[in-house]
């Protein structure tokens, strides 16, 4: 299995421009998110989906958006890129246990984007 | 609002001494805890996790983590380090009625042979 698949690994934006980060997942988890790690920060959650057709805001939504058409696919676009942006970007997925509620998430690779 | 606190950023040790990672958090009902390793270049990968039970757990790599209630803390321990430890370390937190999962900021382990 593939697992977690995030594209591009690497990505240069202008201010202003827009781009997706696409994120695809081939376990059935119901549950994906969207991270961002930032040096001395740890990860924000940007955005996540409990389901397909179900988004809700994370903890830094502001500047982004997401969609989830399919269990599968949940990227993350960017309207109007901003150096505040700058970040690597991660895409995780659970199976979420609905007897324990807990969450074990597995990660992709990552999604490195600069904005100048 | 869940939050969690790590207050080590940056921990340098030599092989062979042992670890102890702070953890704290605050929320106010039942939690499931997490610890989760980033080794330089990969990405992100479950480490041990506590659901429920014995608050001692123990994860892969010798690691292990104790929860204690009454101080809102999950703190990870190793007894003896080794240079292939050396990685980026996060705690996680997340309570059963909500589906998000909140990470610290990160502690930076550096282990020189």
């Known amino acids: 299995n593939a697992g977690v698949t995030q594209t591009p690994k690497f990505r240069i934006l202008k201010i202003g421009q827009s781009m997706t980060l696409q994120c695809t997942q081939d376990?059935?988890?119901?549950?994906m998110y969207w991270y961002r790690q930032d040096p001395g920060m740890g990860l924000k959650l940007i955005y996540y989906s409990v389901g397909a057709g179900i988004t809700d805001k994370g903890e830094v939504p502001n500047g982004y958006n997401v969609s989830r058409s399919t269990t599968e696919d949940f990227p993350l676009r960017l309207e109007l890129a901003a150096p505040s942006q700058t970040s690597v970007y991660f895409c995780?997925?659970?199976?979420?246990?609905?007897?324990?509620?807990?969450?074990?998430?597995?990660f992709g690779a990552g999604s490195r984007l600069t904005v100048l | 609002a869940q939050s969690v606190s790590q207050h080590n950023h940056h921990v340098i040790l030599s092989e062979a001494a042992s670890l102890e990672l702070g953890c704290n958090y605050s929320?106010?009902?039942?939690?499931?805890l997490f610890w989760y390793v980033q080794y330089p270049g990969q990405h992100l990968q479950l480490l041990l996790k506590?659901?429920?039970?014995?608050?001692l757990v123990k994860g892969i790599k010798g690691f292990e983590a104790e929860f204690i209630k009454s101080k809102f803390s999950f703190n990870l321990r190793k007894p003896s380090v080794q240079w292939s430890d050396t990685a980026e370390y996060f705690c996680?937190?997340?309570?059963?009625?909500?589906?998000?999962?909140?990470f610290g900021t990160g502690t930076r382990l550096q282990v020189f042979p």
């Open positions: 995780a997925s659970s199976p979420r246990s609905s007897a324990s509620g807990a969450n074990v998430l597995t």
């Open positions: 506590y659901f429920s039970g014995d608050p």
């Open positions: 929320y106010g009902g039942t939690v499931n």
């Open positions: 996680a937190v997340n309570g059963p009625e909500t589906d998000k999962l909140i």
């Open positions: 376990m059935n988890h119901n549950y």
